[in-house]
């Protein structure tokens, strides 16, 4: 069964930048939508961007526009979320989540639209 894994959060000043990564085992991510979430601390968990699996990528977010950017390495099994020009209310745990369905466009930005999930990685911005 296909699972992902965050990882690149940290601690990070206001205006910075991070790089995340979801990494996939037991399955290839080539085939399918993979978009990146985010819950910040008392609030519900949003739909930040999705990348197709042709390359396509899409904002849900307009708060993440022209400072996150989602990528995919199908090689290495592997889709990003560049982050730049962090503001302290980006904080929260950001989650990678797969779409199992072919043919790899991507859903809405609902979470039932999504069948894998990882566990997460904590982005605090704070000086």
């Known amino acids: 069964q296909l699972q992902v894994v965050e990882s690149g959060g940290g601690l990070v000043q206001p205006g910075g930048s991070l790089r995340l990564s979801c990494a996939a085992s037991?399955?290839?991510?080539?085939?399918?939508?993979v978009a990146w979430f985010r819950q910040a601390p008392g609030k519900e968990r949003e739909g930040l961007s999705c990348?197709?699996?042709?390359?396509?990528?899409?904002n849900f977010a307009d708060s993440v526009e022209g400072r996150f950017t989602i990528s995919r390495d199908n090689a290495g099994n592997t889709v990003s979320l560049q982050l730049n020009s962090l503001k302290p209310e980006d904080t929260g745990v950001y989650y990678c989540?797969?779409?199992?369905?072919?043919?790899?466009?991507?859903?809405?930005?609902?979470?039932?639209?999504?069948?894998?999930w990882g566990q997460g990685t904590q982005v605090t911005v704070s000086s």
């Open positions: 989540a797969v779409d199992g369905r072919l043919p790899g466009t991507c859903p809405g930005e609902g979470t039932s639209e999504y069948d894998y």
């Open positions: 037991g399955g290839t991510l080539d085939l399918y939508a």
């Open positions: 990348i197709s699996s042709d390359g396509d990528s899409r």
